[in-house]
């Protein structure tokens, strides 16, 4: 900002005058500078801080490429004044570095030199499908507790006691998750539980997938009945 203030000191002499009269030289216009902001959707749902990671990439290399340092300064600036919606100032810029609108918007200009600058829309205004840092969470957040509700099936469980119920798993769910579960649903303390299928024992630390247990299998569940002393 404060390099785009000493463009606007050494140069004070190149008025808005200058840069009109440039442009009827050329055959275009100047006009001044639109209120209207560019309204832009991104393809993805951004968050502000992927949107100043984008601007900086921006400011960081487009000096590199083509026009003046001191004009893309100038730029940034104005730029800076818009998405503060102070247009005053940044008109004063534009003015000050003399800088040619032929539409009366940033995304198209010149300056007196010929040389053309173009600014992306998501330097001059965030995009309508913005969402905030926290907002981005909850939605990530949402997604996965989406995904595991789909990946979700009831599974078959026979207890020793005789009695059958249907737990809600997914593949990717231990014995362990599981033992805790029972122990919720039917108050069976989760060290009182033996889980078998096809004959074998499963270890707390055994998932679903590794058993190859098949959605509509049946796991059966030994039940040690604690010994109450005398």
């Not at 032929?102 to 001059?124: I, K």
């Not at 599981?178 to 122990?183: A, E, I, S, Y």
Request: hydrophobic letters at 35%; proline letters at 4%.
């Amino acid at each position: 900002m404060g390099s785009c203030f000493g463009v606007i000191r050494q140069r004070s002499h190149l008025t808005s005058r200058n840069a009109s009269r440039y442009s009827t030289k050329r055959g275009g216009r100047n006009e001044p500078l639109k209120k209207d902001k560019p309204k832009w959707k991104s393809e993805y749902p951004m968050t502000e801080g992927q949107l100043r990671s984008k601007r900086d990439e921006f400011w960081d290399t487009a000096p590199a490429f083509d026009g003046r340092k001191e004009i893309w300064d100038a730029l940034k600036a104005a730029a800076v004044a818009i998405e503060c919606n102070d247009h005053v100032l940044a008109q004063a810029i534009v003015d000050g570095a003399s800088i040619t609108l032929p539409h009366g918007s940033l995304m198209e200009c010149y300056d007196e030199l010929g040389n053309r600058y173009q600014l992306p829309a998501y330097c001059l205004a965030p995009p309508v499908n913005l969402v905030s840092e926290c907002n981005d969470h909850n939605v990530s957040e949402h997604s996965e507790l989406q995904e595991k509700k789909e990946k979700e099936f009831q599974l078959k469980v026979r207890l020793s006691t005789g009695k059958d119920l249907r737990l809600s798993a997914t593949m990717a769910d231990s014995i362990r998750q599981l033992k805790k579960q029972l122990q919720i649903q039917e108050d069976i303390d989760a060290t009182n539980q033996r889980w078998f299928f096809s004959g074998k024992l499963l270890t707390d630390k055994t998932r679903l997938q590794d058993t190859k247990i098949q959605k509509d299998f049946v796991i059966q569940v030994n039940v040690n009945q604690p010994i109450v002393p005398n």
